[in-house]
């Protein structure tokens, strides 16, 4: 670790001391939980009893079920749900004055406000470190965030060694000042939305930049679906190995891609993580797509149990590690992003991506639904482009021939208000 970085890494963990080791303790926790099955049975089941007692006592909403001890028997909240039902939900033990707020964009749909314990923000932060450390980071290391949040205080920017690059505008211009920043400011680890990343990898990439100019150890990235594409990119930019975060504003790292097995490991040590059917709350038959359903075993300002996140996946059939880790077969992102052809079977975004994985004249795409039959492939390409007649006949042999495909070329694609820019959407049938 260079100088500064230990430094700042000391000054870190020097505060942390002086409060008693908050932040470590919970970041022990999780690396005991994650190691030792038996240790996280027990500590889950206690939790999650005591989460159902603060509950039931607690909030409207949860009262009837007072006395419930079965995780099974408390009913899938929706986000709608929750909004429906938003002061019933939120707990009287507490004034909304001494919480903190996260409002999350409502960018698929649903914007909300939720309320964090400032012991929920503490459990948020450790996952971060811990699950961050399987990429390289850590405290004291100097990161660029290519984020569309707010940018934190220059104070805590300069503590924590970090680089925000907002990606607003993921133009020339932009990525060539990001260029330039990493190389200058010895950038050792890339945090950020992998359209972001990987718009910056493709240019570092045409500008002939050898993974050599670079500081770059490690990569995460977070808010979207990794399309392979951007994977091979990074790696030749950077000669670094992209992981990917699951995580959201509002719960916090759900599961972390190991660098190992190549599949998001869950965080069974804060959440209990369901894979549910997608017609009924009812398990996903095994290695079927299913919705995710989270029980935050940290939230008492806002209980969240069983909440659904909007997201699918497939649970894998065995568990990793030493402490039997549940993982992750496949994570689709939102349900919003399902793709159907033209006689109504459903595209995995992954096909989508499958297809154009290999172009390379293209720099960033989208690909839409707008109805049906009707979809929209946004391209930023490199000029002259000539490889538009590879990609019509192999979206067309995923989506049906009768598809009424349409292909525009832009300079940018615009983000959602969240600044993400999912590869694959869906805006057919009212979704949005």
Known sequence: MRSDALLRSRAFWLRDRISGFPLLTHIQDIAAQMEDSDLR???TTERLQALFQHATETTRFYQRFRGVSSLDLFPVVSKHALKENYAALFSDGYQRSALLKIATSGSYGTPLTFYLTPEKKLRQHAE???FGRWAGFDVGLRYALLSTAK?????KRYLFNEVHLNPKRLDERWLSMVRRAIKRREVQILIGQSSALGALAQYCI????APEVFAVTGAIAFGETIPYSVRQSVEQAFGVHLLSRYAAQELGVLAHESPQTGKHLLNTASYVIEILDLKSDTPAAPGSLGRVVVTDLFSYAMPLIRYDTGDLAVLATECTGVGAVPMLERLEGRQLES????????????AIMGALRDLQQVFQYQFIQTGPVNYELRLVVQHPFAEAEI?????LHLLGAAADLRLTYTDEIAPLPSGKRPCVLSYNQGTF
């Open 151 to 155: 940018a934190k205080p220059a104070w």
């Open 339 to 350: 793709i159907f052809a033209v006689d109504g079977t459903r595209i995995s975004p992954f």
């Open 41 to 43: 049975q027990r500590r």
């Open 391 to 395: 990609i019509r006949p192999r979206l």
């Open 206 to 209: 045409v500008c002939g930049d």
């Open 128 to 130: 971060v470190i811990y």
